[in-house]
């Protein structure tokens, strides 16, 4: 049993390696002072303040908002079909599949960033919202198609062509039927979509312009100019709003699914 | 639908596509790869590499127990606790996770043993950090599938649990080691946002390089020539991966 027991203190132990960064950055950000001490001396919501009032903050706030929305709504229909395809036609796409899923780790954020500016410039779009939302939409889809395909696993055919065989025609069947049996996996795909979208950083500092950047890419300069406490309180409000997401997803669909892990350990004759 | 599939594959494909443009409308081929055998950018690529593989190693050894416990936590609430302490840091962006260390590691109120702040050593830290939640998820989901009867079998035949695990489950779950691995250390050649801040300008990683010649010195096509390198990397890498696969999923 002590073997057992060191095994949960290690397991601890790396965890609190995962989350004490994030704590460390909570705990400071309602440092009253500018050089941050710890233990703080007090408790202040002064940069708070500052990082929702900081013009720049609040042009790209906007920004990441309109790029995010308009990137998860393009992403979706797309993701769907494809999700659909793939899971349906499954033999034929196979090839597809394993690259789609793979390729927003396979393409490095800088060559795909890259890419996407020389295309852009190529174009004349430079300052283009437009190619922020494209690029977006292109890699969120992964996660979209991923998080659909596991409920079109899961949605049995039986049913659409019961609905065929009682007269509906395909565009009624796949309103009434199809659609709405995807609903949680819909929900899934958007909730992955928002989240990957809102925080991408490196494909978009490529594409974006001081005028058109997205909260991480304004983050991301602010850190390297100023040191005060505002990024931590900004940051506070993100490392939040991640987890009250995640937690969310694993409400709606169970992310054990999502990422694989429903092996024989789980599966109940086993236990 | 299968029209939408191939947008899928063209959008993807685009992606890869557009960087060789580049370098024809930049003219001069050869020269910016020759550029790239510079000193100072051979330095940058071997500093890659040598942190790319350090990471990778770190990470296997800190993610195995996190995934071990993930995979064969019993009940349904342990279970959820651990996968969103895994995923909350996989979600939260790259320049939040990478602030938060530059705040460990550069404060004032904890004195490290030694420097870490604005060092390879420091952004060797951040990109194990960056880097456990998704060899977590790789290795889990490869141990979910390791049956736990084959265990308690060898277990049961007399093996000590030392033995058990370095005879049954780490051979069983040698696929998402592999994978874990190379996608790991795929990452981590590209990386970006830990070495740009925790490296503070010290430590060039290839990206850090893409970066600076093309968004400080406008110099498109020699940035695009390591962007190239840096995906030559990585696809050869993961094309390993998939030869590596192929015959267990044949099989």
């Known amino acids: 049993m002590t073997a057992r027991a060191a095994g949960i203190a290690l397991v601890v132990l790396l965890l609190a390696f995962l989350t004490v960064p994030s704590l460390v950055v909570i705990v400071m950000s309602f440092n009253p002072t500018a050089i941050m001490a710890f233990p703080p001396h007090g408790l202040s919501l002064r940069w708070y303040e500052n990082a929702l009032t ?23 229909p797309i993701g769907t079909a494809a999700a659909l395809a793939l899971v349906r036609h499954g033999v034929a796409a196979r090839a597809v599949w394993a690259a789609a899923l793979l390729s927003p780790v396979v393409v490095p954020g800088v060559a795909a960033g890259l890419g996407f500016l020389i295309l852009a410039a190529g174009l004349g779009l430079l300052a283009s919202r437009w190619v922020l939302i494209a690029v977006h939409a292109i890699l969120v889809l992964p996660f979209v198609i991923r998080s659909v395909a596991v409920s079109v696993a899961n949605l049995d055919p039986a049913l659409e062509r019961a609905a065929a065989s009682l007269g509906a025609r395909p565009s009624r069947v796949f309103r009434r039927v199809t659609l709405p049996l995807l609903r949680p996996g819909l929900a899934a795909a958007a909730l992955f979509a928002v989240i990957v979208s809102f925080n991408e950083f490196v494909v978009s500092l490529f594409v974006s312009t001081r005028v058109t950047e997205i909260l991480p890419v304004a983050m991301f300069t602010y850190v390297v100019n100023y040191t005060d406490p505002t990024m931590a309180a900004l940051s506070t409000l993100f490392i ?3 987890f009250v997401a995640v937690f969310v997803a694993e409400r709606l669909l169970g992310l054990s699914r999502v990422f694989g892990l ?3 350990s789980h599966a109940g004759p086993s236990r | 639908m299968l029209f939408a599939t191939a947008l899928g594959a063209l959008f993807r494909l685009s992606v890869l596509e557009f960087v060789p443009g580049s370098l024809r409308t930049g003219g001069a081929t050869a020269a910016n790869f020759r550029a790239v055998l ?6 940058a690529i071997g500093e890659t590499a040598l942190l790319s593989a350090a990471t990778t190693i770190l990470t296997l050894l800190a993610s195995y127990p996190v995934a071990y416990a993930l995979a064969r936590a019993r009940s349904g609430r342990v279970r959820s606790l651990l996968l969103g302490l895994t995923l909350a840091p996989f979600f939260t962006g790259a320049i939040v996770r990478t602030y938060a260390w530059m705040l460990v590691l550069g404060n004032s109120f904890v004195t490290w043993p030694v420097r870490l702040l604005f060092e390879p050593s420091g952004v060797l830290v951040g990109l194990v950090h960056f880097s456990m939640p998704t060899m977590i998820l790789i290795l889990a989901a490869a141990l979910a599938h390791v049956e736990p009867a084959l265990e308690r079998a060898a277990a049961s035949l007399g ?4 033995r058990v695990f370095w005879r049954v489950t780490l051979p069983l779950s040698m696929p998402g080691v592999v994978s874990g691995s190379l996608i790991v250390f795929a990452w981590t050649f590209s990386a970006f946002a830990t070495p740009e801040l925790l490296g503070g300008g010290r430590v060039k990683m290839i990206a850090n390089v893409v970066k600076d010649l093309a968004l400080d010195s406008f110099n ?9 390198v840096a995906l030559a990397v990585t696809l050869a890498l993961v094309a390993g991966l998939g030869r590596l696969l192929a015959p267990r999923e044949a099989s």
């Open chain 1, 54 to 76: 900081y013009p720049q903050f609040q042009r790209a706030a906007v920004n990441s908002l309109i790029v995010t929305a308009a990137g998860t709504l393009l992403a979706l």
């Open chain 1, 240 to 242: 939040v709003a991640t």
């Open chain 2, 38 to 43: 510079a000193p100072q950018y051979l330095r």
């Open chain 2, 220 to 228: 498109w096509p020699g940035s695009a020539a390591f962007a190239i």
């Open chain 1, 262 to 264: 429903e092996g024989h």
């Open chain 2, 159 to 162: 093996a000590r649990p030392a």
